[in-house]
């Protein structure tokens, strides 16, 4: 079964950096794009990146760009994304999504989450 785990949220300062991880099992994770969306306190999920599994090309959420850095490991089925220059507005649960191959902008596993929060 596809499994998808995510690690490495906390508590931080503005400013500060956090590094998520997710690891995948369940699937020929090299395979497959893969993507982070997050979801704030009473707010919908947003996007937030993307990266391919052909090329490695990478995408951002206007949001974070600059900031954030999507990465992945596929000798390890692991998905990462670096986090800096964090700020309050980046508090909420990120979740790593594996990319629906059958429909565009959708995804079809979903990790539990792990919780960010940035506060001073």
Same mark, same amino acid.
């Given at each position: 079964?596809?499994q998808l785990?995510e690690?490495g949220?906390g508590l $931080?300062q503005?400013?500060?950096?956090l ?12 395979s497959y794009?893969?993507?982070w969306v997050?979801q ?6 947003e996007? $937030?990146?993307t990266i @391919?599994?052909?090329?490695g090309?990478?995408y951002?959420?206007?949001? $974070?760009k ?6 992945r490991d596929n000798a390890k089925?692991t998905l990462y ?13 990120y @979740?790593?999504a ?5 429909s565009?902008?959708? @995804?079809? @596993?979903w990790?539990?989450?792990?919780q ?5």
């Amino acid at each position: 079964e596809v499994q998808l785990v995510e690690s490495g949220g906390g508590l $931080v300062q503005p400013g500060g950096s956090l590094r998520l991880s997710c690891a995948a099992s369940g699937f020929t994770f090299g395979s497959y794009d893969m993507s982070w969306v997050r979801q704030a306190p009473g707010k919908g999920p947003e996007w $937030v990146s993307t990266i @391919y599994s052909g090329d490695g090309s990478t995408y951002y959420a206007d949001s $974070v760009k600059g900031r954030f850095t999507i990465s992945r490991d596929n000798a390890k089925n692991t998905l990462y994304l670096q986090m800096n220059s964090l700020k309050p507005e980046d508090t909420a649960v990120y @979740y790593c999504a594996k990319d629906d191959p059958g429909s565009e902008d959708e @995804y079809d @596993y979903w990790g539990q989450g792990t919780q960010v929060t940035v506060s001073s």
